[in-house]
């Protein structure tokens, strides 16, 4: 194929921003509304402790009793909340912080919680005085693990003097680049972090360890032969042995009395319909004696429990489950794996300041989608087909688009022309070698003029981005039997080869003046010990005047993947998608429960002139796939720009 050089690229937007700020959207797999239930003994009916239409789990009881602190994520970053049992109220934010804090225990005196929080980059063990009757810093916590690898789920001893955790330290992280995966150790230190000792080696996750009232064992979970089980252990990590029975999946121990162990198990199957495959079961309370006798059904049916904790003095339970259903999406990708729930979860979009400027971040429960550039509208897929859909930010639809036939695989990795006048997708296998047939499309918002951009080319082309004008294209291509960005006009004449790379490079996007492109690549990240591999990186690529490529400068390295970049609307920014704070919760506790095909994902911005990186998010959900547009602009001010 000749490739005929390309025109020079010009597009100027003379909209007045103003003091608006922009909206950045991200795909986020996450569940719809979680909430406390507190039983007040096993097997009673529950009574729902929350009722904020966001998530709220991970609860611990104080030793009298009288207090429950939890984590809720109703201010973007998930925080540590309490409420009073006994006098009511509203719950108090305990720390402030901009970060996570999450999994939090109480010591045996009460007055110290033992948490983790990403406070420092990264998930790490922390203790702080138990404070209910004010907000604290974290200034006020001390790290106790200090550690690059994740640590989770921290429980002290019975006498206080200990405290174990897991982590996933031990092991680097492997797998391909969309399913990345983890392994997952116990350790035991002192309560002031010294004296650390490792007490399991397996080849995959051990994890959520809890002390019994004697202090002489821990329970936990462990993953063996692909199912997990509930298993026991002395202190010193002697003597492991599993406790609850196979075909049972089961995960979170907590010690009761009369020698009782309280978890949770995943009964039930699964389903393939049209819409694809989905859990048809549920998550219960069981429990069961130490010695695996006498397994009992301690919760209904009917809606999902997770992570309980058990009260000694009184024989309550609290756990966290699936909240009261919300307005719903038609059924999509997102419902299918994580559950039901709205587009955008009430009150989870959140301010991010950049410089001078500020953004509206909406994390949106579906595969991919992408934002007006100046209208609060989004453009994501549904199920069966799938078809394309047009909603406001909150979900409810505007405009049915197109439906791709059930054949190809869904949507992905589209782009929104800054003018509005111009959307392009993908439409194949996303997945594959370069061979693999896909291509580049382009419509109208309104789902009219479909044209195939890259109808006659050999390969897969995907994962287009367009230019602010919609003059021009950039796209991955395998044409060449690589994995290339090419450049190309809006009505996909002259393609342009700009990378030539025997490596793979993805995930292109065009800034908005036209003249450079950042895309990711795994040409020179850090090599997978298992399937060899390199992990993803991103770049930036000026253009010459004339389109053909020029200088080429690498903008991360950083541990894991970074990808999915997009430019800001002035082009001074990029946000993306990274790896690089790792996990932050056990990766069964996330995986086993709603779908996430690679265990990280954070968003990310980066300042172009400098390399200053911003993180937007701290949480244990699978973030990706951020777009980044300017404000919402009234119909008589949308845009001068023309097409050229």
Known sequence: MCLLPAPALHAQTTTDRGSAPDRISYVSFRPGNWDLYYFEKPGSSPR?????????????????????????????????????????????????????????????????????????????????????????????????????????????????????????????????????????????????????SRLTTAPDWDGSPVWSADGKTIYYYARREGEQRIWAMNADGSNQRAISPKGLPALSPAPMNNGRVLFTVKKGGRETQNRGDRFTGSWQLMSIREDGSDL?????????????????????????????????????????????????????????????????????????????????????????????????????????????????????????????????????????????????????????????????????????????????????????GNYDVFLMNGDGSRPINLTNHPDKDAFPAIAPDGQSVVFSSNREGDRDPVTGERTYELYHLHLNPDGMPGTLKRLTDSPGQDAHSQFSPDGQWIVFASERGGINDEEPLVQDILFSPQ??????????????????????????????????????????????
């Open 296 to 480: 009992r059904a301690e919760s209904d049916t009917l809606q999902h429990y997770w992570s309980p904790v058990f009260h000694p003095g009184t024989g309550a339970i609290i756990c966290h489950g699936t909240g009261p259903a919300q307005n719903e999406l038609p059924p999509s990708p997102a419902a299918i794996v994580v559950g039901s729930g709205p587009l955008l979860v009430p009150g989870s979009e959140f301010p991010a300041r950049f410089d001078q400027r500020t953004a509206t971040v909406y994390p949106l429960r579906t595969f991919t989608n992408i934002i007006h550039p100046f209208r609060n509208e989004v453009i994501h897929s549904v199920m069966p087909g799938p078809t394309l859909i047009k909603t406001d930010v909150a979900g409810d639809p505007t405009d049915t688009l197109l439906t791709i036939e059930p054949e190809q695989s869904p949507w992905f990795s589209a782009g929104w022309s800054a003018n509005g006048e111009w959307v392009v997708y993908m439409k194949g296998r996303m997945f594959g070698g370069p061979e693999t047939e896909a291509d580049v499309w382009k419509m109208r918002p309104d789902g009219t003029g479909t044209v195939n951009l890259t109808p006659n080319s050999p390969g897969n082309d995907g994962f287009p981005g367009i230019s602010a004008d919609g003059s021009r294209v950039v796209f991955r291509s395998g044409r060449s």
């Open 48 to 196: 729902r402790l929350t009722n904020h239409p966001d998530l709220d789990y991970d609860a611990a009881m104080s030793p009298d009793g009288r207090w429950v602190v939890y984590c809720a994520e109703r201010h973007s970053n998930p925080d540590l909340y309490v409420l009073d049992l006994k006098k009511g109220g509203e719950p108090r934010k305990l720390i402030e912080s901009p970060a996570m804090e999450d999994q939090p225990q109480f010591s045996p005196d009460g007055k110290t919680l033992v948490f983790v929080s990403s406070h420092s980059g990264n998930a790490e063990v922390y203790t702080i005085p138990f404070r209910p009757g004010t907000t604290q810093s974290m200034d006020k916590a001390t790290n106790l693990t200090n550690h690059p690898g994740g640590d989770f789920r921290p429980s002290f001893s019975s006498d206080g003097r200990y405290i174990a955790f897991s982590t996933d330290r031990d092991t680097p992280p492997t797998g391909w680049a969309a399913g990345r995966q983890r392994v997952g150790e116990i350790y035991r230190m002192n309560r002031d972090g010294s004296n650390l």
């Open 599 to 644: 265990m990280y994902g954070e968003i990310c911005a980066m300042r172009l002139s400098d390399g200053k990186v911003i993180r937007l998010t701290h949480n244990k959900w699978e973030d990706g796939f951020p777009c980044w547009v300017g404000p919402v602009q009234p119909p008589a001010g949308q845009s001068t720009l023309v097409e050229k």
